[in-house]
């Protein structure tokens, strides 16, 4: 009987009252046969207790649950529901998304304006080396292939290491998150959209001063 379990077991009564609201947690337990608890006075209570395989695809059933039950609703997820408390650190952890949002594109910015600044700084320098597989006999077309190469690369590594960062780093939100993976796939595609604009107009500027003459 699990009454007789929850008795006998201080482990398994702590585990119990941590499904109860907060203000009754700290209250001693006790378990009568039922007889004696028919014979109590006091009005009772019922525990519901639902268990899902997937949280996320079942929350509006349990909001269901409780709105049949006549629960005030706690904003503040102080009272032991999960559903609620799902509530509350969702509704805090929309505003770190946007942060995030805005933080990407900063970062962006200033990584593309930095490799640009970068590679249109090395114009000059690798300018020579160009002018003199042009004298020797390459073809105009193989030192584009040569400067989309060496773009690419430049920016490719900084990109993947980026992205790998990050995927890495949202492990950390598995305690505070359902999936952190669920919606990752639109910061890169717009991460990628604008990181591949600059890079084309880098290679559009580098090759337009390396290969002008």
Excluded at 79 to 94: D, P
Aim: aromatic share 12%; proline share 4%; hydrophobic share 45%.
């Amino acid at each position: 009987m699990l009454g007789a379990k929850i008795a006998q077991d201080p482990e398994v009564q702590v585990e119990f009252a941590s499904f109860l609201p907060p203000s009754l947690q700290k209250k001693a337990l006790g378990v009568l046969p039922a007889a004696d608890f028919q014979r109590l006075a006091e009005k009772s209570k019922n525990l519901i207790l639902v268990e899902t395989k997937n949280f996320a695809q079942s929350k509006n059933k349990i909001k269901q649950i409780l709105q049949s039950s006549n629960l005030k609703e706690d904003p503040s997820g102080q009272s032991g529901q999960k559903y609620y408390r799902y509530r509350f650190y969702q509704t805090g952890l929309v505003g770190f998304e946007y942060l995030g949002f805005f933080l990407e594109i900063a970062f962006l910015v200033m990584l593309v304006s930095c490799l640009m600044f970068k590679v249109l700084t090395d114009c000059n320098l690798n300018q020579p080396g160009y002018q003199i597989l042009a004298k020797i006999g390459t073809s105009k077309k193989l030192l584009a292939r040569t400067l989309r190469q060496e773009l690419l690369l430049v920016f490719a590594i900084p990109a993947g290491l980026g992205m790998m960062h990050i995927l890495l780093g949202l492990q950390i939100f598995r305690g505070f998150l359902l999936n952190p993976y669920s919606q990752i796939v639109w910061p890169i595609v717009i991460f990628l959209s604008l990181y591949g604009i600059y890079c084309l107009l880098t290679y559009w500027l580098y090759r337009k001063t390396l290969l002008k003459n």
